[in-house]
Each structure stands twice: as C-alpha cells, then as structure tokens.
C-alpha cells in the first residue's frame, strides 16, 4: 500500500480538507494519508505546480499525490492521473498544475479518471467539490490497490496535458536571467528559475560580488551587488545574498529578513532577474 499525499488551496478554516481525509480512510483504514501544503494561494495553479516539483522527488515510488487547486470545477477541463518518469503518481485536473513535472522530470503515461467508476458514491449531482469526490477518492483507491493506474481512466497523449507559460532562464555574454518563480513562503527568499550550472558559467564562486537586477514588466524595481554566499551564514544579519537553493537554483534573500516584503517583490513570467559579475569600481 502507498502513500498517499494531499495538496490544495483549502487551507485549514473549515472541513474541506477533513473531508478528503474521511474519503481516504473511507477506501481503506489502513491507508497512510500526509499533507503536502493546504496553504497554496486560492486559484494559484502556478504555485500548486512549483510545490509538487519542489516534493515529489523525495516520496517513494509508487507515492500518490492529489493536487487540487481548481479554479476551473465544474467546468470541461479534464481530470487527469499521470504516472511520471521517476515512477510517482499525480492525480489533479488538467489546467496547468503538472508544468514543472512534465518539464523538469517527465511524464511517463497520462490518463483521464473515469468518473464513471471512481467518483464517490451519491456524489454524482455534486460540480463544486471535485477535490474530495473525484480526486481524493481516485487516489486513495489508487494508493491503497483497489484499483491499478490502468483503471484509472483511458490513456491520453502526454503531450495534451496542459502546460502554462514559461519563460526558459537564459545566458547573455557576461549575464544570466531568469523569472522569479515562487517565494519561500516563510521566510520571503526569491526563488528564481536561473540553474546553479547555468549560472556559474559566468565564472563566479562563492564570495564572488554580484550584481543583482529585478523587474517587472521592463521597470526595474531593484539593483544592488551582494554576495554570492555558500550559506546565510556567510553574510551579516541585515544583508542581503545570492545563494543556492534546494532544487538547485538560485535564490535571493536577506539574512534573517524577508527580500520580498523589504522590496514588495513578487512572482510569476512578469517578473525578471538578472545576475551578473559586479562591475569593478575604481576609486580616484
């Protein structure tokens, strides 16, 4: 029996996720169920994808994730379970929330769920709670081997699962950019899309100066040089750095402060980043 791990925008002020958890162990009693996040930002479909490749990895083969951030419910979009490459499972509606995985660890087979067979019972005349009448009850059946993946639906092309709009990092003679992704919610670190490997190609090291550039929509909001630190420890409280963070990708923070609420940053393809070398400045 696997896991089983849930995620979603329901956040915890009423019995949304209670519910899925009823549905679960409704399947079987033994079932392992875990919470992934219920914080994602209502109807951020962005956010909820860039929180499953931030996890998946690190759950066993054979795990199977929910994800319902739904803004959609009720309406055509499909409902889709995907196996990925590396053996996981996904159970979500198909409006963007598989991006990152299909992207950055593949999808392997997709199918879309048979409402007919694994919908929860007396749920039928019910459009507005897709998340436990459909999801969490295909899930938990997938988790816990009452059904096989195949039965979960008939097979779709993988390539008609649907991704939303990315802006891919680039390198620029003596620079790189990127978008600014996602925030570390907690403590207000920019997480950019700009990889370790791309970015020491510009020959920078750790201690390195660099120059560090925000915009949104070609205003620039912010440019200062800071360092390139292997850890926050490496700089005082106050200062600001570059790091990398743990999916490998560049980060920008402020020792025990929150970049995004000191500067009022956000996220998504409107916002960009550029780094490079800091420019040596010679005083006369």
């Given at each position: 029996m696997?896991?089983?791990?849930?995620?979603?925008?329901?956040?915890?002020?009423d019995?949304?996720?209670?519910a899925?958890?009823?549905?679960?162990?409704?399947?079987?009693?033994?079932?392992?169920?875990?919470?992934?996040?219920?914080?994602?930002?209502?109807?951020?479909?962005?956010?909820?994808?860039?929180?499953?490749?931030?996890?998946v990895?690190?759950w066993?083969?054979?795990?199977?994730f929910?994800?319902?951030?739904?803004?959609?419910?009720?309406?055509?979009?499909?409902?889709?379970?995907?196996?990925?490459?590396?053996g996981?499972y996904?159970?979500?509606p198909?409006?963007?929330?598989?991006?990152?995985?299909?992207?950055?660890?593949?999808?392997?087979?997709?199918?879309?769920?048979d409402?007919?067979?694994?919908?929860?019972?007396?749920?039928g005349?019910?459009?507005?709670?897709?998340?436990?009448d459909?999801?969490a009850?295909?899930?938990?059946?997938?988790?816990s081997?009452?059904?096989?993946?195949?039965?979960v639906?008939?097979?779709?092309?993988?390539d008609?699962v649907?991704?939303?709009?990315?802006?891919?990092?680039?390198?620029?003679?003596?620079?790189?950019?990127?978008?600014?992704?996602?925030?570390?919610?907690?403590f207000?670190?920019?997480?950019?899309?700009?990889s370790?490997?791309l970015?020491?190609?510009?020959?920078?090291?750790?201690g390195?100066?660099?120059?560090?550039?925000?915009?949104?929509?070609?205003?620039i909001?912010?440019?200062?040089?800071?360092?390139?630190?292997?850890?926050?420890?490496d700089?005082?409280?106050?200062?600001?750095?570059?790091y990398?963070?743990?999916l490998?990708?560049l980060?920008?923070?402020i020792?025990?402060?929150?970049?995004?609420?000191?500067?009022n940053?956000?996220?998504?393809?409107?916002?960009?980043?550029?780094?490079?070398?800091?420019?040596?400045?010679?005083?006369?």
């Open positions: 696997a896991a089983l791990v849930l995620q979603s925008d329901f956040g915890h002020g019995g949304a996720v209670s899925m958890y009823g549905v679960a162990q409704g399947v079987s009693e033994d079932l392992r169920v875990y919470d992934l996040t219920h914080e994602i930002p209502q109807y951020d479909i962005w956010e909820a994808s860039y929180r499953l490749i931030q996890t990895g690190y066993p083969k054979g795990t199977v929910v994800s319902v951030v739904d803004p959609g419910v009720g309406s055509t979009r499909r409902s889709i379970g995907v196996k990925t490459r590396d996981h996904i159970i979500t198909d409006n963007g929330t598989l991006t990152h995985i299909k992207r950055m660890v593949g999808i392997q087979e997709a199918r879309i769920i409402e007919t067979t694994n919908r929860l019972a007396g749920s005349e019910s459009y507005t709670f897709h998340g436990r459909i999801y009850y295909t899930g938990a059946r997938l988790a081997g009452v059904i096989t993946f195949e039965q639906g008939p097979q779709v092309d993988v008609s649907i991704q939303l709009p990315v802006v891919e990092p680039v390198r620029e003679k003596d620079s790189v950019s990127g978008t600014i992704d996602v925030l570390d919610v907690r207000g670190s920019l997480w950019t899309n700009i370790r490997e970015f020491l190609g510009l020959g920078l090291t750790h390195s100066r660099v120059e560090v550039t925000i915009s949104k929509d070609s205003r909001l912010y440019k200062n040089i800071m360092t390139y630190a292997k850890s926050f420890a700089v005082n409280v106050g200062e600001p750095l570059l990398v963070n743990s490998d990708c980060a920008v923070a020792n025990q402060g929150s970049f995004s609420k000191a500067y940053i956000g996220t998504g393809n409107a916002w960009r980043i550029q780094l490079r070398k800091a420019p040596r400045i010679i005083y006369e």
